[in-house]
């Protein structure tokens, strides 16, 4: 079974530019997740979709980040413009679906953004 | 909302050794799920085991194990007979049971040396 599929694994952009992460969730799995992981600290969550709609995008910086997951399938988080404090490791989850019994997240290996 | 702590940043043992790491959590939910996650330098998260709030038993994988104490919202792993390939970042979690709710919760982390 192929795990989740992140890209790129790593990114270097300047201040105010934008740039886009990509996620491939495992085939089936109902539920995405993106999460954020400051240097130091724990992943704390971004956005959760169950299929395509958001279920909880709370602590989504919403004036410069944004999340879609088109057709269920695959998400995509872009941050526009990027400050410095976006440097981080930008992770993404699946699980088999939040009303089920599974309630295992399995994660990629995520994308380390440098803002410089 | 729901914490997770991890009180020890740092932890190390000898190979072979057993190693106990600690969590607390805070919740006043009934219906819950506690993990430990495994982060090595690929960052990519891996689940080493997990307890369901509701029962009393604790979960046991292999050479790991965890203490959990309800009452004193404690969740601790142990680690037994430590190898170098044991040493990472780990992570403490907690996902609630309400529907639509089940987002992990993750706490700072405690690195893990082991020490040949």
């Known amino acids: 079974e192929a795990g989740v599929a992140q890209s790129p694994r790593y990114k270097i952009i300047e201040k105010r530019q934008s740039v886009a992460f990509w996620c491939n969730p495992i085939?089936?799995?109902?539920?995405l997740y993106w999460y954020q992981q400051i240097l130091g600290q724990g992943p704390k969550l971004l956005i959760q979709?169950?299929?395509?709609?958001?279920?909880?995008d709370s602590q989504l910086p919403k004036d410069r980040f944004s999340a879609e997951r088109l057709k269920g399938v695959d998400s995509t988080l872009k941050i526009q413009p990027a400050k410095l404090e976006d440097s981080a490791v930008y992770l993404c989850?699946?699980?088999?679906?939040?009303?089920?019994?599974?309630?295992?997240?399995?994660f990629g290996q995520g994308t380390r953004l440098t803002v410089v | 909302a729901q914490t997770v702590t991890q009180s020890q940043p740092e932890m190390s043992v000898q190979e072979a050794e057993t190693v106990t790491l600690s969590c607390t959590y805070d919740?006043?939910?009934?219906?819950?799920?506690l993990f430990w996650y495994k982060q090595p330098p690929s960052r990519q998260m891996i689940l080493v085991i997990r307890?369901?709030?509701?029962?009393?038993q604790n979960a046991t994988e292999n050479r790991f194990s965890v203490n959990f104490q309800k009452a004193a919202k404690s969740f601790s792993l142990k680690i037994s007979d430590s190898q170098l390939g044991d040493a990472a970042m780990y992570f403490c979690?907690?996902?609630?049971?309400?529907?639509?709710?089940?987002?992990?919760?993750f706490g700072q982390g405690t690195r893990l040396t082991i020490n040949p």
């Open positions: 979690a907690y996902r609630s049971g309400v529907q639509g709710a089940q987002k992990l919760v």
């Open positions: 989850a699946s699980s088999l679906d939040i009303y089920g019994q599974n309630t295992e997240a399995f």
């Open positions: 085939s089936g799995h109902a539920t």
């Open positions: 307890q369901e709030a509701y029962k009393q």
């Open positions: 919740t006043s939910e009934s219906d819950y799920y």
């Open positions: 979709f169950q299929n395509n709609g958001v279920v909880d």
